[in-house]
Antibody, heavy 122, light 107 residues
Framework: EVQLLDSGGGLIQPGGSLRLSCAASGFTFSNYVMNWVRHTPGKGLEWISSISGNGLITYYADSVKGRFTISRDNSRSTLSLGMNSLRAEDTAVYFC???????????????WGQGTLVTVSS | EVVLTQSPGTLSLSPGERATLSCRASQSVSISVSWYQQKPGQVPRLLIYDTSNRATDIPARFSGSGSGTDFTLTISSLEPDDFAVYYCQQHLSRPVTFGGGTKVEIK
């Protein structure tokens, strides 16, 4: 059974940094694109970033480009999202999500983590 | 960026009724549309991918259709468990985008 366990969220001041993690199990992690998607009550779902199975190709939404960094450790089946220069508008529940392919970064999301809440506020 | 517009914003129906949800794209996305169900405080669940393919373990009462710019999710007969928010998503072009959602509520 595919399982994705998100962690690392919390309350952080504007301008601060945070690192989210997603521990994967139940599938061959290195064979699949992984993604981060966030949800806010006002804006709904927003795709943030994707990374290929081998970690060599990454995509970012314009809203986070230059501030967030997606990475993966295939030896530990772990996905990460480094978040710098956080803003109030980054407040959201962040989900890791698995794609159905290894190297096609544009796709649907077939399994989701339970989400971790990031609150950016002073 | 492809903008997805979902309508209606809210659909008020009774169990057993048919639900028809619309998703319109600002430009053609071929058949690269997926649908998700999300209940309050829960994880989004993939229902349909590539317009009309049901995901694993999704009941047959859920079906999708369309192509180009107009897409539809149909729930043939609403079950109590189906009252939720539904999102469409396109993956033809970067960035991947979602619609604003349609809430299906109990009438």
């Amino acid at each position: 059974e595919v399982q994705l366990l998100d962690s690392g969220g919390g309350l952080i001041q504007p301008g601060g940094s945070l690192r989210l993690s997603c521990a994967a199990s139940g599938f061959t992690f290195s064979n699949y694109v992984m993604n981060w998607v966030r949800h806010t009550p006002g804006k709904g779902l927003e795709w943030i970033s994707s990374i290929s199975g081998n970690g060599l190709i990454t995509y970012y939404a314009d809203s986070v480009k230059g501030r967030f960094t997606i990475s993966r450790d295939n030896s530990r089946s772990t996905l990460s999202l480094g978040m710098n220069s956080l803003r109030a508008e980054d407040t959201a529940v962040y989900f890791c999500a698995k794609g159905p392919f290894s190297d096609h970064l544009l796709s649907w999301f077939d399994h989701w983590g339970q989400g971790t809440l990031v609150t950016v506020s002073s | 960026e492809v903008v997805l517009t979902q309508s209606p914003g809210t659909l008020s129906l009774s169990p057993g009724e048919r639900a028809t949800l619309s998703c319109r794209a600002s430009q053609s996305v071929s058949i690269s549309v997926s649908w998700y169900q999300q209940k309050p405080g829960q994880v989004p669940r993939l229902l349909i991918y590539d317009t009309s393919n049901r995901a694993t373990d999704i009941p047959a009462r859920f079906s999708g259709s369309g192509s180009g710019t107009d897409f539809t999710l149909t729930i043939s007969s609403l079950e109590p468990d189906d009252f939720a928010v539904y999102y469409c998503q396109q993956h033809l072009s970067r960035p991947v985008t979602f619609g604003g959602g349609t809430k299906v509520e109990i009438k």
